[in-house]
């Protein structure tokens, strides 16, 4: 301690000698946010303590409604949840104010008149001070701050001026939801010894074997040779280097020393199609564990899945502002019955045979098929909550998941089709969503060296860049292991029913042009 | 409820009904980590419990130690802090044991023998499988398992095969280090009401104005037109498309109407050199907040900078297994001491006069120039602790950072070369920290459009692709605020001792060869 207390001291001394040429910047905080402006205030409220205490507000005008000895002024700073604001009541007709401004106002907190949970306290203003205007004539968002849904005209102007998206109620309501979701999924991982880690972005190797891919190249190779793209490899000396598609073979080194681990990282896909549910950036909750049970290795990935994500669901409707968040973005308590109930689980086979017997509406799939994204609906919607769907034939799935020992038996009468195909299967599942379809992708690894070397030729895919992965990881202690990736934005849209992703997301990345 | 209710019976009904072609994946429990075994033990222990229930114990063998009738086997799954292990106790000689190998043990839990803290339970084991062999002729890491230090000759093997680098104990105590870190400065941003955003990795602008970025070209665009660089950009419409060097810019616009956000991103900096202390990609944690006070608003700023790091330093050192992990790492008192005292603040001018007094290792730096970084890290010795430097001469700084109002003051017989030199600054911090120098930068932000314009001009940069971030943001109730960027990798490096932020992060990337 004494050591401690003398150097506070020394650098005391040297504060106190030095000529005084400089400012110092003694402690000053934030003010107050508009959130807990009004707590505290229905706090003392409820608890009939003295309200008379000069508070300063600060925040955008959303509405500004003039009688004839007072003005009401609707004050917001993307603190509030849904779609709730802090009246303010000021004396006179304050000409001066117009929606879109950012002001700072002086005043004390009252009981409010308003009958709404969100009235229950308002601001009597003595002072108003512009701290920024705005010009009402050209501003793209004068006539939409209050708008809420994003499949409306409003939405087609936001989507114009990403900048201001941040502005409109309905993308506050969005990101504050996200970031319950996040929090939560991270205390869940935390909680069960989950090592937090961080693959790297760009990587020399396609995981997926797509081909949609992003190539990173060093600004000052383009530079210095401009019409040479092999040369432009300069950087990495020769190596191609690329964005990452999924954290999953590095997260599997990762988890061949710590167990578990999980990762929340950027992806990217080099997607051409425009569908509400691609982004060409987009970020994934990785997971990967090791020591899975020899029996119902499966059964473990998929507790772990559902688990994490109850806790996400559980987080966005937990709280008073997170309640007032989801129903004013019109979610409904679907969600809060997929907490209770244990989530289906079926075979692909299994969804096959569902499809072909009661799906009317799309063309049924034939054993061996992928699932298109309307046969997922389909299934999420049959069931009326998430459906986990299980062990897919192994030629429409990555050479990385793991063979299952038995092939399955099919009733060729049900599948004519599919009387000549290879029974093989993998461990691995998608959890379908209703709306979203594909939530999440997960397996079993491929632990057998031999096996994985087999699959990944069979596959055509190179192995000279995945060494480490292919070689290395399983002959040296590479226990059963498999996980999990969760596309955060899908989880977002089905949580807060939003259709297209892109208006999930600040600056959603698609093709076409780049404005910001 | 009665909704809910009859809704689970409905998928009870398809579970029934459907054919048994399928797998049905019932729950099942990943096995407990080495950490839950040792702490549920220790508990029972403390509490004179029972400890006959079996266990299953799952891990790599660090060490195998023969007895006559024994075998001692040190197990790790990397869940335990520091260098800890669980002793397993074999009946008889286990031939068939080795080092590196993946095993799953069964037995019970018991008292330990052995004198440390680690050594207070054990596991008497009576049944040993191996999960995963490894052939310890050519493992990379058979000699190196107990390596503890970066700079030994363990470390130099470790960086060529960064897949295993998460078997080592050094990078365990790192990674688990990080995860609390995070979780911390995730928690303070969240109480004191920081929404989380996801500021875009792909951007069309290069913040800094730097040059030292990496482009982004879809593969297809490069495979279409494999001699022309012109073309790559077919994706974004002709635009161009680089990594992002950092959030601020698109953080800003966020702040503009959520009032205070944070991120926690990748950023990337094309970077040629190779020191200790830089990598092409790196995390970053951003904060953006508005409504600054008008007096000492850089101040607020501090505040928070301060605050944060203090809660990320508290939870380092938090509980048992966290001390376990700084201890091993070597890391002292010196960051405790760091969270009971305010950091100084001092402004660069005063700095500048510290250096030419009394820094007489290294060249003293004039008025006007940037500090290097050997008078950063002499700066922070100097005061023992973290400290803030405040208001840079604005020439050397970015055209966002907002322009101090009086000009500085200097006494020109202190400083004959800078005689002539503009006095300008701007309104921006560098946080220095010992051994590594600077791990924060932030500032308040030009909000004056007129001014932001002038500035940008003469810095040469072209506005263009910044109209929405120039003029947009500034003229639509832009109110004042600012923010701060915290480097994740050096904070840790800080933190942990560790002087090459490369040992710090699973597989670096740096110039050079790309193996991952």
């Known amino acids: 301690m004494l050591g401690r207390a003398s150097r506070v001291v020394r650098v005391c001394q040297h504060a106190i000698r030095l000529p005084v040429l400089a400012r110092f910047y003694a402690s000053s905080s934030l003010p107050p946010t508009l959130h807990v402006l009004r707590r505290d205030a229905e706090t003392k409220l409820a608890s009939l303590q003295d309200m008379d205490a000069p508070v ?52 004390r907190m009252a ?51 990403s900048h201001f998206k941040a502005r409109t109620l309905h993308f506050g309501a969005i990101q504050r939801t996200r970031t319950r979701i996040e929090l939560a999924m991270a205390a869940w991982m935390d909680q069960n010894d989950f090592c937090k880690v961080h693959p790297p972005v760009i990587t020399s190797s396609d995981c997926e074997g797509g081909g949609e891919i992003f190539r990173v190249v060093a600004e000052s190779d383009v530079a210095q040779q401009p019409s040479s793209v092999e040369n432009m490899t300069a950087f990495w000396s020769g190596n191609d280097a690329y964005l990452t598609v999924s954290a999953q073979l590095h997260l599997e080194a990762y988890a061949l020393g710590l167990s578990r681990v999980w990762s929340l990282c950027p992806v990217f896909r080099a997607e051409g199609s425009a569908t509400n549910r691609h982004l060409a950036e987009f970020w994934m909750l990785e997971a990967e564990m090791c020591w899975l049970p020899s029996k119902n290795a499966l059964g473990a990935i998929l507790d772990c899945t559902e688990e994490v994500l109850k806790s996400a669901i559980r987080a966005a409707w937990h709280e ?8 004013f973005l019109g979610a409904t308590d679907e969600h809060a019955a997929s907490i209770e109930a244990p989530w289906p689980r079926i075979s692909y086979t299994h969804a096959v045979q569902l499809l072909r017997a009661q799906c009317t509406e799309v063309p049924a799939p034939v054993w061996g098929d992928s699932l298109r994204s309307d046969h997922e609906r389909w299934l999420a919607a049959h069931f009326g909550m998430p459906v986990f769907v299980t062990d897919f034939p192994s030629n429409i799935k990555p050479f990385y998941m793991r063979e299952n020992d038995e092939q399955v038996t099919l009733d060729d009468a049900l599948h004519p089709e599919a009387a000549g195909a290879s029974r093989k299967t993998v461990a691995c599942f998608d959890l379908l969503v209703p709306n979203v379809g594909e939530l999440v992708g997960g397996s079993v690894r491929e632990e057998r060296h031999d096996v994985l070397l087999q699959r990944m030729k069979q596959s055509g895919l190179q192995s000279s860049s995945l060494t480490w992965y292919i070689h290395d990881l399983r002959r040296y202690g590479g226990p059963p292991h498999g996980g999990f990736g969760i596309g955060m934005e899908r989880l977002l849209s089905w949580l807060t029913h939003t259709y297209h992703v892109r208006d999930l997301v600040g600056f959603p990345r698609v093709k076409g042009p780049l404005r910001h």
């Open 56 to 107: 300063t507000a600060h925040g955008w005008i959303v509405s500004v409604r003039r009688h004839k000895t007072r003005t009401f002024v609707e004050l917001t700073d993307g603190t509030l949840g849904g779609a709730a604001t802090l009246q303010v009541v000021l004396p006179g007709e304050a000409r001066e104010l117009t929606p879109g401004q950012a002001v700072r106002l002086s005043g």
């Open 111 to 161: 009981a409010g008149r308003g009958r709404t949970s969100s009235q229950r306290v308002e601001m009597h203003a003595e002072d108003v001070h512009v701290l920024a205007s705005t010009d009402l004539a050209t501003y793209p968002l004068a006539n939409v701050m209050h708008s809420t849904k994003p499949d409306s005209v409003a939405a087609d102007i936001v989507r114009q001026v």
């Open 320 to 327: 008073g502002r997170a309640k007032d968040d989801m129903t």
